[in-house]
């Protein structure tokens, strides 16, 4: 979303990248039990659906992250 897009809607949008590393996603999870950073969950799906997940992911009919739980 452009800034100004993002003006539109009363939200400040920013863009980042970054390598998939431990540290990386240490430091993400941080931000997230800050709430400083809020991921849009769309589904939690037990492990079993993974292919299912991915079917999802991949047709884009989810809108937001699919969380495979592990437990």
Do not use: C
Not at 30 to 38: E, S, W
Not at 40 to 48: A, C, E, G, I, S
């Amino acid at each position: 979303m452009e800034e100004a897009e993002a003006k539109k809607w009363g939200v400040r949008g920013i863009s980042f990248r970054m390598t998939y590393d431990g540290s990386g996603l240490t430091q993400i999870a941080k931000l997230v039990d800050q709430g400083i950073l809020k991921p849009r969950v769309d589904k939690v799906l037990p492990l079993t659906d993974a292919k299912k997940a991915q079917d999802l992911n991949q047709t884009g009919q989810s809108h937001g992250k699919i969380v495979l739980q592990v437990i």
